[in-house]
């Protein structure tokens, strides 16, 4: 088995890597098993052919002194899609829960989800969160969010 192809495993065993990631991985190496130069894994799981198309992702992590509490990676385009679908689905809100929102402060004909899409894709680049905090059982956690 090559390098590549146990590092991914490693990576997923560890918790870096979804399985499904961790499969479009292994479909990768695969498909390029046949071009001249083979594609690289990172240490944040991207492949060398990933990094080339120019993908972004908003990535999060929540990691504890004990173990991989979250991590996720969402490619932005999927952001993208997804916040045209948000936008669609909350004009099935009721309009009795959409009054009891406002009175909370939260107006959902004024939440411009498409727009932060597009912030997210377009200006935003490196960190946007970066917060560690005390727990008393679960120790040190450290929060994590960034597009790259």
């Known amino acids: 088995m ?12 560890e918790g870096k890597l979804t399985a499904a990631e961790g499969m479009d991985l292994l ?5 390029g098993s046949s071009s001249k130069e083979p594609e690289r894994i990172t240490e944040n799981g991207l492949a060398k052919k990933e990094l080339l198309s120019g993908e972004r992702f908003l990535r999060v992590r929540v990691v ?13 385009s999927l952001v993208r899609y997804a916040s045209k679908l948000i936008v669609y689905a909350m004009s099935f809100v009721p309009a009795d829960k ?17 727009g932060l ?12 969160v970066d917060v560690e905090v005390e727990d008393p059982t679960e120790g040190r956690i450290k ?5 790259e």
């Open 2 to 13: 090559s390098s590549e192809k146990m590092k991914i495993l490693e990576m997923i065993q």
């Open 27 to 31: 479909k990768a190496i695969e498909e």
């Open 64 to 76: 504890g002194e004990k173990a991989l509490k979250v991590n996720v990676n969402l490619p932005l």
């Open 98 to 114: 959409r009054a009891e929102l406002e009175q909370k402060g939260l107006d959902l004909q004024e939440l411009d989800v498409e």
């Open 117 to 128: 899409a597009r912030i997210l894709e377009e200006t935003l680049d490196g960190k946007i």
């Open 143 to 147: 929060v994590e969010v960034c597009v």
